[in-house]
């Protein structure tokens, strides 16, 4: 044992230990959650002189309600900002929504469809006004779903992506940006939706294996033939070319010829381009410029006519009998047509491959070549990758960061133009001779005759990239901008890495003057079914984390989450679970009512360790080793461990072991049964304060009872005082062996937990001896009385234990159901050792199934072991 006393901090009067006799999360979350807002726990100051510690909520959407990856994500952070506040920090988790333009502008949309309107009966302004209308009365639903859960966020800094500052810094950025030549404007082919009528960023691409045709058309006339072959058979209609590769000699006579179109009465040349595979297919492709991305980069190298042949909502606009017709209606049209006429050479059906679909409706996307606006992000994406490189940003768990490299090191200029009429409008003035204005925030845009605004949107993402300063209130130098940024840590799936992460990186570094968003990204999983599925509602299996919460109180729900998250990894998640995660919540209330009623108590200083009993001892030097390990766990994000830890040893150690073997000394009553009762008010004290980051409503409410103190919120988190005794380590793990052997055995003799058994215990020359009482209380063994007859007996842990079963269990019976197990099992054990014998089976049996064989034989030899021991113990019948 060391020196070190173990040192307990200042408390208030104890408070009248009285709870309620059951633990009601329905009665206590609610108001609880309130007081702490209204007593301002959660709000940041930034003229404290306290250390910041800041989060930025990855802002959910205007439309949407809390999901299970939303709970998941705001407990680790939630988890994350707790512990930092308790340790004296000025934390800041900064709350907001963001816009979500395609998503809101459906919402509104499907209103007004309801009415037999469209937005374009309304007007923009009219339909914008609208949607600004449903959000103050139905947007926003998650912030009070949020307060279920206990997050703990800056409430009086709730922001929204299209707020007034936030709009600010938007424009501020564009402006910069299209002043620094990184912003500009080009025709080129982007994804475009044709039900919600506007361009598709490639990350907003939803790829999925589609059934379709795979058709064979001959292109030309006599000895000019060839053939090429496509999925899309209607965009032939835009066919400027065909290209081959200029080694391959079938086609060298062909190259620079000019070809007959099928069905158009148009030639197209023949050209010889190194992007055209040889070996695959015919070797030879037909060029559709406007609707395909290669073929525009081959377009561009020959100088080919780029022929938009559909409209935006995927109809046929080229003139011919196929012009009205819906892109999927012409694709039959046209291949019978082909057919009609002997041009097609082989049709294969279902031919499956790789279709890109909207990520918000689910319509297949269409590649279009469109006059968008872009970002160039080549400067940008490699600043966010030196970012990493350099150290100034660490990427948590680090295996991630090859991705976040793969990623950013091969970015594309970035479409950020939609075709939308909610979300922030590009602020871009076009004149009538074709000039262009780029407007900052405090300048007057172009007010002349024949002068109009730009009429697109930007992209959600780039008013979410601000995020982590916008929100502080740049461009504006402000004091939360100089005190809390940069923020502390990302919070995030591995599913936002390109979507907001690189973003927010690329916007950071050049808005900031090299400054970076965060200093720790820390990527978290998926969360899944029990059977590690992706939840969809196709599948059936989406969970609404409320139900939850109603049934089994938001403490649950966030514990079972957080014993899930392992780094970078994704979380499966049962109900049965969180019942398991309510159980313990229940446990560690009725321990801890059971600890008041029986004295235990913070006042006062803890006694001296001379005073204390092993038991003491032992379960302070394990507290101090369960700080430590928690601060370890949670500066490497690893909640899964930390509770995992923290569950074990309030369980196990604490209300299992610690409180059962003190039950003796507070029985007795006396100076030991104080300290003892102190010891105990000393554990469930820093228990109570180390569980309260995950599970905050039951351990502010018994905290508070127990302490006295205001608030778990605002409560210090405890510092391993370097208190360690490995002597009463050893010598409580001792009286644990013997409690744990004699339990096992009286449970493979059928006998009840609370049954009581005469026994004669010898613990001479051991390090058991003081803990007699303890371990006939545990064990529930009476003295040994007249006509004690020991039946059984047990050596463990160097001490003797013997029982006398002659009044407790029906010998002859009990020997009978053994004799009978252990025949099963022998049997077994020779059936698994005659098939590992075999060689023809050895030779012919999968590997998984020999290993299961041999696991059958490893367990049939220890079940033959245990059952030959347990006949060896019992009395004669």
Known sequence: MTDNTPQSPDHGPTRNPELPTQYAPADVEGPLYERWVERGYFEADAKSEKPPYTIVIPPPNV????????????TLIDALTRRKRMQGYETLWQPGMDHAGIATQNVVERELAKEGKSRHDLGREAFVERVWQWKAESGGQIAGQMRRLGDGVAWSRDRFTMDEGLSRAVQTVFKRMFDDGLIYQAERIINWCPRCLTAISDIEVDYQDDDGELVSIKYGEGDDTLVVATTRAETMLGDTAVAVHPDDERYAHLVGKRIKLPLTGRTIPVVADTHVDPEFGTGAVKVTPAHDPNDFAIGQRHGLESLTV????????????????????????????LRADG????????????????????????????LQWWVKVETLAQAAGDAVRDGRVNIHPADMSQRYFDWVDDLRDWCISRQLWWGHRIPVWHGPNGETVCVGPDEQPPTSEGWSQDPDVLDTWFSSGLWPFSTLGWPEQTKDLEKFYPTSVLVTGYDLMFFWVARMMMFGLYAMDGQPPFRTIAFHGMVRDEFGKKMSKSSGNTVDPLLWMDAYGSDAVRFTLAKGANPGT?????EDWVQASRNFANKIWNATRFALMNGATVEGELPPVEQMSAADRWILSRLNKVVAETDAYYEDYQFAKLADSLYHFAWDEVFDWYVELSKTTYFAGGEQAKVSARVLGEVLDVLLRVLHPIVPFVTDTLWTTLTGGE??????????SGFRDEAAEQEIGLVRQVVTEVRRFRSDQGLQPGQKVPARLDLSG???????????????????GEGFSATATLPVAGATVALDLSGTIDVAAERKRLAKDLAAAEKEGQQAHAKLGNEAFLAKAPDNVVDKIRGRLAKSEKDVERLRAQLDNLPPA
């Open 570 to 574: 994704d979380v499966p998640i049962g």
């Open 343 to 370: 041009r097609i050479v082989a049709e294969k059906r279902p031919y499956v491959h790789s279709v890109g679909h909207c990520s918000r409706c689910r319509t297949t996307l269409e590649p279009r070549l469109s």
């Open 310 to 337: 559909m409209d935006e909502r995927g109809v046929i606009t080229a003139h011919g009998p196929f012009q009205g017709l819906d892109r999927f209606e012409a694709r039959s049209a046209i291949v019978g047509a």
């Open 63 to 74: 439309t949407g309600s809390l999901h299970l990856g939303h709970a998941f994500e705001h």
């Open 766 to 784: 051991t390090a058991l001896a003081p803990h007699e009482a303890a371990i006939r209380q545990v064990l529930r063994l009476q003295p040994e």
């Open 711 to 720: 608030s778990l919120v605002i409560a210090d988190w405890p510092k391993d």
